[in-house]
């Protein structure tokens, strides 16, 4: 049976369907699982390794749990505590092994600092150049990423003072 023929039997028949609004729907939260995709985490790798402060490599699984918190007010209810997240964390080794791998980023054991090579710059400005949803995320992660260095960079001088 074809489309056409299904909408003429339908009408020949008289057939209905009946629907309910008894179900409300209740607003959706997200879970970890959700936004722990790979793609996506290997982009705020890159848009963290672009920044002028280079992330330490041992902390790069928290930074990116913090920046996702900050800017994702959904997640701010939740009971997850996303930037302490040991699955988050595995995901993120993960990407920076396919970012090394796919020569977007370098990783300086001397240092213990990322670096992002010319062709991850290339993939970061593409993103970012688009007007969609993407890129406005990825600009609030940066700028989250920024917001998070400042005020750990304050901390330390606080701390320093007392």
């Not at 593409?126 to 969609?132: I, P, T, V």
């Amino acid at each position: 049976m074809n489309i056409d023929n299904f909408f003429q039997s339908v009408e020949e028949n008289g057939a209905s369907l009946i629907i309910s609004s008894k179900h409300q729907s209740n607003s959706y939260v997200l879970s970890n699982e959700a936004l722990f995709q790979l793609p996506l985490i290997s982009l705020i790798v890159l848009i963290l390794a672009k920044d002028r402060r280079k992330p330490n490599v041992s902390e790069i699984g928290q930074l990116v749990g913090e920046s996702i918190l900050s800017c994702m007010t959904s997640l701010n209810k939740s009971d997850q505590h996303i930037h302490w997240s040991a699955n988050l964390r595995i995901r993120t080794v993960k990407a920076i092994s396919f970012l090394e791998q796919a020569n977007l980023i370098i990783v300086n054991n001397r240092k213990a600092k990322i670096n992002i090579t010319d062709l991850g710059k290339k993939v970061v400005d593409k993103a970012l150049s688009w007007d969609d949803n993407l890129s406005y995320n990825l600009n609030m992660i940066s700028r989250s990423y920024r917001n998070i260095c400042v005020a750990k960079k304050l901390d330390l001088e606080l701390y320093e003072t007392n």
